[in-house]
């Protein structure tokens, strides 16, 4: 059983094709509110990845003074997967994974704070993305309450009953760009379960269950939110008995989708529009206790 009390008010939350109105979602590398990457804290982060990536690579570019490393990663997409497999190292041990409710809590405060939720630390991404010069954008889609169900057994009756997700698409450089033709869209499970080398030798189903986060998971499964039928969590909707086991690389969590929203340029759009999963007493309330909860 789940809530639809905790749920904001007079938001109509209706599946689209594309932006809203019907136009392409094209993303940016411009800081917004929550993405604001022009923030010292957020800037010395970039800074420092950007160091390491280059290290790494054996490049002696430098990364701009200003924090925003665009210039010197921007025309190579083996350097931008590079220095976004960084970052989701750095932020999985260095943000520490937590329940809170404020979505538009901006980057920057994830990092003083040094704790955040999945959207959270997916924001932090997101952010550190844009800031070296790979435009990013978001998918919002409308999750089934009961994906959390192996978070809080105990507590079912007051789980949403829908949780609104904001998924990353990163839009990596590519010889095509130079021709004027646009590059295409990955999703952060793409990048990072896909593409990574590693990937498919720490294969295996997502439980959603114990210290392991959807964060943590995607650089050793490829999160699917489209394809069907579900094989993993275990118990999740139409999971059979053992259905999460031998998941294999690719872990399908299409059956808890219950809504496409379609893409927005940021999570800040989709968030104005539709709200946050959960309305503002109830993220008042909550956050206090689930915003210091670590996932165990």
Do not use: K
Not at 76 to 88: G, K, T, V
Not at 92 to 114: I, K, M, N, T
Not at 173 to 181: E, F, Q, T, Y
Not at 225 to 237: H, K, L, N, Q, R
């Amino acid at each position: 059983m789940t809530s639809s009390l905790l749920r904001p008010r007079g938001r109509t939350r209706t599946g689209t094709t594309g932006a809203p109105g019907g136009a392409a979602a094209e993303g940016s590398t411009a800081p917004t509110r929550i993405l604001d990457w022009r923030d010292p804290l957020v800037a010395a982060l970039v800074r420092e990845l950007g160091a390491g990536a280059a290290g790494a690579s054996g490049s002696a570019d430098a990364v701009g003074a200003s924090g925003s490393a665009g210039a010197a990663g921007a025309a190579d997409p083996a350097r931008q997967i590079e220095f976004l497999h960084r970052a989701h190292t750095w932020i999985s041990g260095a943000v520490r994974p937590v329940y809170s409710v404020q979505d538009e809590r901006p980057v920057s405060e994830v990092l003083r704070r040094g704790r955040g939720s999945c959207s959270q630390r997916l924001a932090v991404l997101e952010a550190v993305a844009r800031a070296y010069g790979v435009p990013t954008r978001v998918r919002g889609l409308l999750v089934d309450g009961s994906f959390w169900y192996p978070r809080f057994p105990r507590l079912r009756r007051i789980v949403p009953d829908q949780v609104l997700l904001a998924w990353p698409e990163f839009r990596l450089a590519s010889p095509a760009v130079a021709s004027g033709a646009a590059a295409s869209w990955l999703t952060v499970s793409e990048l990072l379960g896909g593409l990574r080398p590693v990937a498919a030798e720490q294969g295996g189903g997502f439980t959603n269950a114990g210290p392991e986060t959807l964060f943590e998971a995607l650089s050793r499964t490829a999160i699917d939110w489209d394809a069907a039928p579900a094989v993993c969590p275990s118990t999740g909707p139409g999971a059979g008995p053992g259905a999460g086991a031998g998941a294999g690389a690719a872990c399908d969590l299409s059956a808890y989708v219950l809504t496409d929203l379609g893409h927005y340029a940021s999570r800040d759009e989709l968030f104005a529009r539709h709200g946050q999963t959960l309305c503002g007493l109830a993220r008042l309330m909550a956050e206090p206790v689930l915003g210091r909860r670590g996932a165990a």
